[in-house]
């Protein structure tokens, strides 16, 4: 029989998760990126959309289906609004399920984003198990998926990876670890050709500061996703090994964005490397991430998507009636229960916030 976790061991893994749910402020942390720094390229803004599980024949869930495509193109208008944004990151799960009707939709909406974007694919990307298809919609190959986003991140070359240079000083790394074999598991590996490939990419190029982008998530919020757990397939099988990589390279990439968990802004530092997990704006609590990054370090902020007060509270009760979604330890319906789901999923004490790093 598993040993249930104490609500004590269920958050010790949860890094900043544990923060209480009602803690709006933002008290300003320093933690440094390991040394030397890379050269200075100003300040650069960019924002993370992060599994918008497109519809547009959905109904509301968890996913919030129904308004899905409305969800996007709130996003897609406000970030518009931004000034000086020079990119933004879609991280993975753009579709429900790997439909092309889903695909087009979306690409769409994006097309009208003034900044560049980039995307990553993740799990629901591709062609899903049989039991996932519906009458009405086809579906394309992880293949197809990076082609149909050629030139959004993705090269000619159709490999799933990729690397591009921002500004001088700066570059953005793109990762896969899907599994497009074997539909029906929702977690990943890092293939020994990607993380190869990563080694050389950092090496050669020790001068610029690295942003890594994948869907997967390569460390663990809760006790849910260790080895073994419920819900270990929001993280990547061989996480040890690339994390041992990364701590390798941690002076020239100590940024590593992630979506996949559906949770709000958590981070994670582990030698040297900030690990970040990133809010879907497709369930609750439906935000987005804007970044400011330069050679000393970075802020963010999270804000919500515009829509009704209405539809998020309905996602919220969504979630909370959702044993699935809902930590192990917290399966329950009860109002502490409750608060202890929405501690990990709102994180509203790190809504905003800064790392700096030393001089």
């Known amino acids: 029989m598993q040993k249930k976790l104490s609500r004590r061991d269920f958050f010790k893994f949860g890094g900043a998760a544990a923060v209480a749910a009602g803690a709006m402020q933002f008290v ?9 720094a890379p050269s200075d ?11 918008p599980h497109l519809d547009i024949k959905g109904k509301n869930g968890v996913k919030m289906g129904a308004d899905s495509l409305e969800c996007v193109k709130k996003t897609v208008a406000a970030l518009n609004m931004e000034q000086d944004l020079t ?25 009208r984003l003034k900044a560049p974007y980039m995307v990553v694919a993740g799990n629901h990307d591709f062609v899903p198990s049989a039991e996932k298809r519906r009458k009405g919609f086809t579906y394309l190959t992880i293949e197809e998926f990076v082609k149909f986003f050629e030139g959004h991140g993705y090269e000619k070359n159709g490999e799933r990876y990729y690397s591009r240079e921002i500004v001088p000083g700066l570059r953005v790394i793109g990762l896969d670890a899907n599994l497009p074999l074997t539909p029906k598991k929702w977690g990943g590996v890092l293939p020994k050709e990607q993380m190869s490939w990563l080694d050389k990419e950092l090496t050669k190029n020790k001068d610029s ?90 802020s963010w902020q999270t804000p919500s998507v515009a829509m009704e007060t209405a539809t998020h509270l309905e996602a919220r009760e969504n979630l909370l009636s959702s044993t699935g979604w809902r930590a192990s330890q917290f399966s329950e319906r009860n109002s502490f229960n409750d608060m202890e789901v929405l501690a990990l999923f709102e994180n509203n004490g790190m809504r905003m916030g800064q790392k700096k790093l030393k001089g």
């Open 209 to 298: 500061l690295h942003i890594v982008f994948i869907h997967h998530n390569i460390v663990s919020w809760s006790g849910d996703e260790l080895k073994g757990g419920s819900k270990q397939w929001f993280c990547i099988d061989n996480a040890v090994e690339v994390r041992d990589l990364l701590a390798k390279h941690a002076a020239v990439a100590p940024m590593i964005i992630s979506g996949h968990r559906h949770i709000a802004l958590n981070l994670k530092e582990l030698n040297g490397v900030n690990y970040i997990t990133s809010p879907s704006i497709n369930t609750h609590p439906m935000r987005y991430s804007i970044y400011d990054v330069n050679h000393t370090g970075f």
């Open 87 to 111: 990119f933004v990151m879609v991280c993975g799960d753009l579709l429900l399920n790997g439909e092309w009707e889903n695909a087009r939709a979306l690409k769409a909406e994006l097309d």
């Open 28 to 36: 300003p942390t320093t933690k440094a990126f390991a040394s030397p």
């Open 41 to 51: 390229f100003g300040t650069v803004r960019f924002a993370v959309i992060a599994d």
